[in-house]
């Protein structure tokens, strides 16, 4: 099976990592400096940065299952926040990556997931058969 | 933005544009166009001690500072990181990671145009 990292998933490990460290300094800086200002989104801005560093390891050094559990949850994060900030915008007075869909961010944190799953679940059996 | 910022955005741009022809015709990015990027790296090595000294100066004390210099240092690092990276990769995903870090320069410039204009 191919490695994760080769080929189309070299670029994407590349935009995973760039959103690692890009929710990573974000969240620092507002854990930080401004923790009590808004805990839920900063919690979330730290939740994110965690699934972005999980998802690029595990994409580069080709866990497939890890990389999975990874993508799954920043799908699922990105829908949940998304939704959250425009339905209650008075608990998210701060943006993280996932408010508005990731709109701050030209909506590739919804895109992404997405791509993600394609290229984990692409060439693998419908049904389980191990190797 | 500055006019730094400008020039150093139309230049990603322009090698933005060039990458995409590459991909397209599934050709590797030559000697010159590493050295070009080079030059755009130590650009940034310039836009980054220009940052800092613009901060610390008049006009910056409402600047958020800790955000300001996290996005000056990011931007010195994603193209050597890009380049680092694609370097293992002699396919069009290795051109790929090129064209992605070119393209984050100019948004990091807009980062810190809207984190300068809302300190100042």
Redesign the interface.
Known sequence: MAELSRGFGRVLVFVYGVFALSATGRSTVQLLTKADEAPVPYALSGLAALVYVVATVALASDRRRLALAAVLVEMVGVLVVGLASVLLPEEFSDATVWSQFGRGYGYVPLVLPVVGLWWVLRGLPIRGTRT | MTALQIGISAACLLGALWLVVLIVRDRRPERWFLTAMLVLELLMVVHLVLGVVRLTGDGGEGV?A??YV?YLV?ALL?IP??VI??SG?P????T??L???LL?VP?MFVRLADIWAAGG
């Not at chain 2, 396919?91 to 290795?94: D, N, Q, T």
């Open positions: 958020a800790w955000e996290g990011g994603i990181a890009g990276w694609s990769e396919s069009r995903g290795g790929a990671v064209l992605v870090a984050v948004f």
